[in-house]
């Protein structure tokens, strides 16, 4: 199972941070992502973390303004967003990867199989 938290509205260039924790299973060597979703708009990858090791993959609207980590023990993964956009506005959702995936498969939806509960992040202008 896998709770998201955090979201909310904020003023263009604030702040928000966001957590998708995950229980009943042991996800420590799978893949941890973000996918957000606009209005009127197809899914949209944004950023993933493998469980082992950490490293991570971006799209490149967000880099330098957020930021995934993890914490291992508490099975929860934490997506800080600056900078905020009013484009960043949508409905963000954490997925599950149970298995290895290579790096050019990280951003595609249908890789995933487990989705939480999205939670709704509004930038105004």
């Known amino acids: 199972q896998l709770q998201a938290s955090g979201g909310g509205s904020v003023q263009a260039g604030g702040s928000l941070r966001l957590s998708c924790a995950a229980s009943?299973?042991?996800?420590?060597?799978?893949?941890m992502a973000w996918f957000r979703q606009a209005p009127g708009k197809e899914r949209e990858f944004v950023v993933a973390?493998?469980?082992?090791?950490?490293?991570?993959t971006y799209t490149d609207s967000v880099k330098g303004r957020f930021t995934i980590s993890r914490d291992n023990a508490k099975n929860t993964v934490y997506l800080q967003m600056n900078s905020l956009k009013s484009e960043d506005t949508a409905v963000y959702s954490c997925?599950?990867?149970?298995?290895?995936?290579?790096?050019?498969?990280?951003?595609?939806?249908?890789?995933?199989?487990?989705w939480g509960q999205g939670t709704q992040v509004t930038v105004s202008s």
């Open positions: 997925a599950v990867a149970s298995r290895h995936l290579i790096l050019s498969a990280v951003s595609l939806s249908s890789e995933y199989d487990y």
């Open positions: 973390i493998r469980w082992k090791g950490g490293s991570t």
């Open positions: 009943g299973r042991t996800f420590r060597s799978h893949v």
